[in-house]
């Protein structure tokens, strides 16, 4: 109760990193955004080496939107990498996706995603699902316990 969680964000699309941050403008969230580009810098950032090995530089996220198509790894790979690690296997990871492949859905599920999210192309369809995202995930979720 009262903790705002952090959110990370790994999508490498500039226009959709400016649609979220202002869709959670919009939304009112006032939760901390972190933005990493890409797959790899994803797997960095999470476990805290290379670039981020400072901590302060990559806190711990309560909730993940990891985009599929991403360069260097993709998100199917970051999240099975998310799930196979003690640390950071608890933590809410949601899939947004352009495509409707079923197998990528099929294949998120199977590695422990929480959700999947369709990307909608309209500005105001995003803040909705940010809205949405945020009363859920942010609001009404029972928070993973620190371990």
């Known amino acids: ?29 006032v939760n901390p955004l972190d933005v990493v580009r890409d797959g790899q810098e994803a797997i960095e950032y999470l476990s805290q080496t290379d670039a981020y090995e400072d901590p302060a ?16 790894r993709n998100g199917l790979e970051v999240l099975a990498y998310i799930k196979s690690q003690h640390s950071l296997k608890r933590i809410q990871v949601v899939m947004l996706t352009s495509s409707t492949r079923e197998r990528d859905v099929v294949i998120g599920y199977d590695h422990g995603c ?25 609001l009404l979720n029972v928070k993973t316990p620190e371990v």
């Open 57 to 72: 530089h990559s806190p711990r996220p309560g909730l993940i939107l990891l985009d599929i198509n991403l360069p260097r």
């Open 114 to 138: 929480n959700s999947f999210l369709q990307k909608p192309v309209e500005f105001e369809q995003f803040v909705n699902l940010v809205q949405q995202i945020g009363l859920y995930w942010v």
């Open 1 to 29: 109760p009262g903790h705002v969680i952090r959110i990370l964000l790994v999508e490498d699309n500039v226009d959709d990193i400016m649609i979220a941050k202002k869709a959670l403008l919009e939304a009112r969230l």
